[in-house]
């Protein structure tokens, strides 16, 4: 099967108290030399819809449909030629859920004319987006950057209530560190730079708690 330069996932999230978790994915076999996780996803194919490819391989590697309203988070470099585009979406999986992946042929150990059978994701786990941003790809971390930036550009603050007045703070603490993370890099060719946007406050007696 042929395949294009791009490839695409699903970053599954879902909300906690004061955060949000998202579902990492760890790759078998001699694909992951150095252990670490990433966004579930990869390649698609020659023809194949981006978007649709995106859901088809979170399908293939989770086991999970993704169904739901998606957030694009754009895309990033993969290699020096590969592009990585990724969506969001909310939703919640349990490990009594169960987790099934497709397989792949390869030889190894290598040169040793043996072929062996490995699943493409060896298990998938939710992790608080700072223990991800620890354990994921390092040039997958700006997707945890953006989905961030983004659902919690959305909280509606009412200034009035003090609760509110502390959410507002650490909110611009946050936009600020965004801001610092990449805002101001140059954008590289054939690739999509990240925008980093304050979100204006609500007014005074709208959207308390």
Not at 9 to 23: A, C, K, M, P, S
Not at 61 to 86: M, R, V
Not at 95 to 103: A, L, N, Q, V, Y
């Amino acid at each position: 099967m042929p395949y294009t330069k791009n490839r695409a996932g699903i970053l599954l999230y879902r909300n906690t108290d004061n955060d949000l978790e998202v579902l990492l994915a760890l790759p078998a076999g001699p694909k992951n030399k150095d252990n670490k996780w990433e966004i579930p996803k990869g390649k698609i194919e020659v023809g194949e819809d981006i978007f649709e490819g995106a859901k088809r391989e979170f399908k293939e590697e989770t086991g999970i449909i993704p169904e739901g309203e998606f957030i694009p988070l754009g895309s990033a470099p993969h290699n020096k030629t590969d592009t990585t585009h990724i969506w969001a979406l909310r939703g919640d999986w349990k490990p009594e859920d169960g987790h099934t992946s497709i397989t792949y042929v390869r030889e190894f150990p290598p040169n040793s004319g043996k072929m062996r059978e490995f699943p493409e994701v060896e298990k998938i786990d939710f992790f608080l987006t700072d223990d991800a941003k620890s354990k994921i790809l390092p040039k997958q971390r700006v997707f945890l950057e953006r989905l961030r930036d983004k659902i919690f550009s959305l909280i509606v603050i009412n200034e009035d209530e003090p609760y509110q007045h502390s959410v507002k703070k650490k909110h611009r603490k946050m936009k600020m560190r965004l801001i610092g993370l990449g805002g101001n890099k140059k954008k590289e060719k054939g690739h999509e730079k990240p925008s980093y946007k304050r979100s204006k406050s609500a007014p005074p007696g709208a959207g308390g708690t």
